[in-house]
């Protein structure tokens, strides 16, 4: 089975949250209110358990690559349709107790709602803040990937809605090697500060939800050097042992010494 991921691209976003809807339509969600969040035109602000895709409206006061922006000012206005990252180490999986969270075929994670018991260890061990708990039935919700569909052999709903196709579906080393080329053309065309966000040097492992971002990962809410908990557990259980060798030692030179 192939290994499928999203690559989604700001540079050709246009804002319309398409993927949103259709991302709520497939999945039954509910909305999450029509007001506005005072971050530009953002109105959901943030992934949670009922959005599965945000659109992030990022407005900057720095060039746009050669943009003309028609103020004194430098301005850069730009959106990204964020997603749960399908973490190749997901720090999600690892902490569930219950083993309601599982690695699929397509290489992405998975929540079974009906083995989840609501413990939310998954919310804290997640280190992109993805995954969230529904007040109404206490349960762990995030991006499905969209399995019911792969499984059908349709591409997921964000990807099918976008326009523009500012996210793109497919399998994941083809999809790599496409957002390399991209980076390199907008370089090429003047944004400089053009990069792929893929945080394979981590203890994540690398993503099935690859970004072409402009500038920093912080800009974006993305972490810069994104780490799973577990990668402590080895420093935890060191220092536990050497405490435990300490008292040991400590009990034997009272009674002996
Ligand atoms: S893949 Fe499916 S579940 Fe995930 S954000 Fe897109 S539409 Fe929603
Ligand atoms: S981004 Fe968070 S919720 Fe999504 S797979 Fe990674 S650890 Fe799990």
């Not at 999986?93 to 018991?117: H, K």
């Not at 908990?229 to 034997?252: D, E, G, N, Q, R």
């Amino acid at each position: 089975m192939a290994i499928s991921a999203f690559l989604t691209d700001p540079s050709i976003c246009i804002g319309c949250k398409a993927c949103e809807v259709a991302c709520k339509e497939w999945n039954q969600l509910p909305d999450d209110g029509f007001e506005w969040s005072g971050q530009s035109y953002d109105n959901t602000r943030a992934l949670g358990a009922s959005t599965w895709r945000h659109v992030l409206f990022l407005e900057q006061p720095q060039p746009l690559g050669a943009q003309i922006t028609g103020t004194p000012e430098p301005f850069r206005w730009q959106f990204l349709s964020d997603v749960c990252k399908h973490c190749a180490n997901a720090g999600c999986l690892e902490a569930c107790p219950t083993g309601a969270i599982l690695r699929t075929e397509f290489g992405s994670v998975f929540v079974q709602p009906d083995v989840c018991n609501g413990c939310g260890y998954c919310i804290v061990s997640c280190p992109f803040g993805v995954i969230d708990r529904n007040e109404q039935e206490g349960l762990a919700f995030k991006c499905t990937f969209c399995y019911d569909r792969q499984v059908a052999g349709l591409i997921p709903a964000c990807a099918k809605a976008c326009p523009t196709q500012s996210i793109q579906f497919g399998e994941i080393s083809e999809l790599r090697e496409r957002a390399g080329a991209r980076v390199q053309l907008l370089q090429e065309r003047g944004y400089a500060d053009a990069r792929v966000y893929d945080p394979r040097e981590t203890s994540v492992g690398g993503i099935h939800a690859l970004f072409v971002i402009l500038g920093r990962p912080e800009d974006y809410n993305f972490p810069p050097a994104p780490e799973i908990p577990t990668v402590h557990l080895k420093t935890a259980w060191t220092y536990a042992l050497a405490s435990a060798a300490v008292l040991l030692l400590t009990v034997f030179g009272a009674f002996f010494l």
